[in-house]
């Protein structure tokens, strides 16, 4: 008997209409998909190496080791992800781009590296910037990184940025007619805080010889932050025109850093109280002296107490699926 014949039918699969949905719908895609966490509280995935395996060891933030990667140790996890879905076509390059550069924190460890970066980019991307961060690299002393930050190219690439909103600058002596400058030509500047970064824990593993320490020994055994800031008054820069050359914000900075490195509720999180804390990054709420107001200071590279595992599990099957 004859075989019978098989149809074969092929079912296309059907595309589905992203460009029929609305455009505040399509935005909010791209804001999932393209808006990330300042690089300086992004989290390791749990297969990197510089992630913390129990709740005993601090874990290092990306952003202060992705320049020590050693053999088996490079990180990538301060890294933007998902950018190539700009790529898909030019409809979304041009939709999901606005997102992107308005939507984002965008951080660099000096202003060279800033300087080099908007050297990079086009006129249109430097307009649609709403938010930069320049903190100093960890372990800088604040006047050296004073005085090789601050180049004559730093306030001219600022000013390229006529859109920006929000303005983090490192600890820092600000030159004569800095803020009044940037006060006057860039109207959408909202705040300009002074920020950096205050090492309130330097727990050291219990090893004699200090030269035997590995980097990931060493960095996961030191790092608990605080990410201290002093807002810069333009407001009132632009209801006066006042000069801002008499006030010295980085010894501001430097003063309420000091309280915040001696506040006694971070005696407790040094030595017994780490588990208060819902995960790696958290803000504390501290009435500093001389301050009339309570201050919320972020702290970063605290012990993973609640969720460590389950987050690492969930990202190892992640890391297993792809």
Same mark, same amino acid.
Not at 53 to 79: D, I, R, W
Not at 85 to 105: A, F, M, P, T, Y
């Given at each position: 008997? %004859?075989?019978?014949?098989?149809?074969?039918?092929?079912?296309?699969?059907?595309?589905?209409?992203?460009?029929?949905?609305?455009?505040?719908?399509?935005?909010?895609? =791209?804001?999932?998909?393209?808006?990330?966490?300042?690089? =300086?509280?992004?989290?390791?995935?749990?297969?990197? %190496?510089?992630?913390? !395996?129990?709740?005993? #060891?601090?874990?290092?933030?990306?952003?202060?080791?992705?320049?020590?990667?050693?053999?088996?140790?490079?990180? /990538?996890?301060?890294?933007?992800?998902?950018? @190539?879905?700009?790529?898909?076509?030019?409809?979304?390059?041009?939709?999901?781009? +606005?997102?992107?550069w308005e939507?984002?924190?965008?951080?660099?460890?000096?202003?060279?590296?800033?300087?080099?970066?908007?050297?990079?980019?086009?006129?249109?991307? $430097?307009?649609?910037? $709403?938010?930069?961060?320049?903190?100093?690299?960890?372990?800088?002393?604040?006047?050296?990184?004073?005085?090789?930050?601050?180049?004559?190219?730093?306030?001219?690439?600022?000013?390229?940025?006529?859109? &920006?909103?929000?303005?983090?600058?490192?600890?820092?002596?600000?030159?004569?007619?800095?803020?009044?400058?940037?006060?006057?030509?860039?109207?959408?500047?909202?705040?300009? $805080?002074? @920020?950096?970064?205050?090492?309130?824990?330097?727990?050291?593993?219990?090893?004699?010889?200090?030269?035997?320490?590995?980097?990931?020994? #060493? =960095?996961? +055994?030191?790092?608990?932050?605080?990410?201290?800031?002093?807002?810069?008054?333009?407001?009132?820069? /632009? @209801?006066?025109?006042?000069?801002?050359h008499d006030?010295? #914000?980085?010894?501001?900075?430097?003063?309420?850093?000091?309280?915040?490195?001696?506040?006694?509720?971070?005696?407790?999180?040094?030595? !017994?109280?780490?588990?208060? =804390?819902?995960?790696? /990054?958290?803000?504390?709420?501290?009435? &500093?002296?001389h301050e009339?107001?309570?201050?919320?200071?972020?702290?970063?590279?605290?012990?993973?107490?609640?969720? &460590?595992?389950?987050?690492?599990?969930?990202?190892?099957?992640?890391?297993?699926? /792809?």
């Amino acid at each position: 008997m %004859p075989a019978m014949p098989v149809l074969v039918v092929g079912v296309r699969p059907k595309i589905f209409p992203f460009f029929q949905l609305p455009p505040e719908i399509r935005d909010l895609i =791209y804001e999932f998909v393209l808006v990330e966490p300042p690089k =300086y509280e992004r989290h390791h995935i749990a297969t990197c %190496p510089w992630a913390a !395996k129990t709740s005993v #060891y601090m874990e290092p933030p990306p952003f202060a080791v992705e320049e020590l990667n050693g053999p088996g140790q490079t990180c /990538h996890c301060s890294n933007r992800k998902h950018l @190539a879905i700009l790529l898909v076509n030019r409809q979304i390059h041009s939709e999901g781009s +606005c997102v992107l550069w308005e939507k984002n924190v965008f951080s660099f460890c000096l202003v060279d590296s800033f300087n080099t970066w908007c050297a990079r980019i086009g006129d249109a991307q $430097r307009s649609l910037l $709403r938010y930069i961060a320049i903190y100093p690299r960890l372990g800088c002393d604040v006047a050296e990184s004073s005085q090789r930050s601050m180049d004559a190219q730093l306030l001219p690439n600022l000013l390229k940025c006529t859109g &920006l909103r929000n303005l983090d600058l490192g600890p820092q002596q600000l030159p004569d007619g800095f803020v009044e400058t940037l006060a006057r030509q860039l109207p959408h500047l909202k705040r300009l $805080r002074m @920020a950096g970064f205050e090492t309130v824990v330097r727990r050291r593993p219990q090893i004699k010889d200090s030269w035997t320490y590995t980097y990931q020994e #060493y =960095y996961q +055994c030191i790092w608990v932050l605080a990410l201290v800031h002093v807002v810069v008054r333009l407001d009132d820069v /632009h @209801a006066a025109g006042s000069s801002d050359h008499d006030v010295d #914000y980085q010894a501001m900075w430097l003063a309420r850093a000091r309280a915040v490195r001696e506040h006694p509720a971070l005696g407790d999180v040094q030595y !017994k109280h780490f588990g208060v =804390y819902s995960d790696t /990054h958290s803000t504390a709420t501290l009435q &500093l002296p001389h301050e009339a107001h309570p201050v919320q200071v972020p702290m970063i590279g605290l012990p993973t107490i609640v969720g &460590l595992f389950e987050r690492a599990k969930r990202e190892r099957e992640e890391v297993a699926q /792809h």
